[in-house]
């Protein structure tokens, strides 16, 4: 774990991020289509689906380096990882039945806590109930998302793809080796997502969790790499394509979120014309008839730093 010193600034942060031909989040329960707000038809991408690409990242970038592993990995087994921590502070417990409880020694029990935020990233980030059996505690993470929405309405398409070689030799003699599928993709699509840093969480002697300056630098690189070192045939091209992040001079904040996120405005242009269109009231007949957005050029990112709340400083990454 790095030795930097936890986070003591509160944070806000607004992310764009693209998708060309690809499905940024399917949705299983609706066979894999990308996610949609049914009354607006804007898209979803999900918050954890974010988080997965964030922890993959860190993964890459840290490997094996203590103090950076992923506790929501691929294959892991919780409890597991769980037990590894009564084995570095109370080695003594053995039976099952010991380990389904906290210690009563509450120093022994917020030990074994801060074993968990110490050994993995993304623990101390964005938190972790590790009470599924083998119980290690739980921490709130000072990190969090909001779903992500595409700033415009977003039509999936569903493109019908061949195999050329079939699964059984049933198939290959009915179908003649051909076989079919389907694929969904978003021709193109702007999303904005929210995101807040706690320094409470990160800093506070007790349920804070260690997030330091280090692991916050980490987090604002995995933000505007993480497609980056995830591609998939199904997602297409996706791309980080702005970052503004809102630092606070004080630990509880010195302006309201909101209104901070706000001040971050999209525009949709189009010869020479320009309107906003990410808030509800933004429609203008005017674009009816312009053709859809297809590249991040279609867009332009507006932020006003004018009378910027005291204490409140704007950073662009």
């Known amino acids: 774990m790095s030795t930097a010193a936890p986070v003591t600034n509160r944070y806000e942060f607004v992310l764009y991020f693209d998708v060309t031909n690809g499905n940024p989040n399917g949705d299983p329960d609706a066979g894999n289509l990308p996610r949609l707000d049914p009354e607006t038809n804007k898209g979803l991408v999900s918050d954890v689906a974010l988080k997965r690409k964030v922890r993959n990242y860190i993964a890459d970038v840290q490997g094996d380096k203590a103090g950076f ?9 919780l409890n597991v990882q769980n037990k590894r921590a009564w084995a570095a502070i ?27 935020c110490a050994n993995f990233w993304d623990i101390r980030t964005f938190g972790a109930v590790m009470t599924t059996g083998v119980n290690a505690g739980q921490v709130r993470g000072p990190v969090q998302f909001t779903f992500a929405h595409s700033v415009e309405p977003v039509v999936p398409l569903e493109i019908s793809i061949t195999r050329m070689a079939a699964t059984t030799e049933a198939d290959a003699e009915k179908k003649g080796g051909r076989t079919m599928g389907r694929k969904h993709i978003v021709p193109y699509g702007l999303y904005r997502v929210h995101g807040f840093v706690s320094a ?5 002697p007790v349920k804070g969790t260690g997030f330091s300056e280090d692991d916050l630098e980490l987090l604002w690189s995995a933000l505007s790499n993480m497609f980056e070192t995830d ?7 996706m791309a980080t394509r702005k970052l503004v992040v809102f630092k606070h001079a004080s630990a509880l904040g010195n302006a309201r979120a ?15 014309s320009s309107y906003q269109v990410d808030h509800a009231s933004s429609h203008n007949p005017a674009m009816d008839n312009w053709p859809p957005a297809r590249y991040w050029n279609d867009y332009r990112i507006e932020i006003d730093s004018t009378n910027l709340p005291k204490g409140v400083e704007i950073i662009e990454r």
């Open 69 to 77: 592993e992923i506790y929501v990995s691929e294959g892991a087994t």
């Open 90 to 116: 109370v080695p003594e417990a053995k039976k099952d039945e010991e380990l389904k409880k906290l210690p009563k020694d509450v120093e022994k029990a917020r030990a074994l806590t801060q074993w968990m």
């Open 200 to 204: 409470p969480l990160a800093s506070h």
């Open 231 to 237: 591609r998939s045939a199904a997602r297409g091209e």
């Open 258 to 272: 909101q209104d901070l996120f706000d001040r971050v405005k999209t525009y949709r242009t189009y010869q020479g």
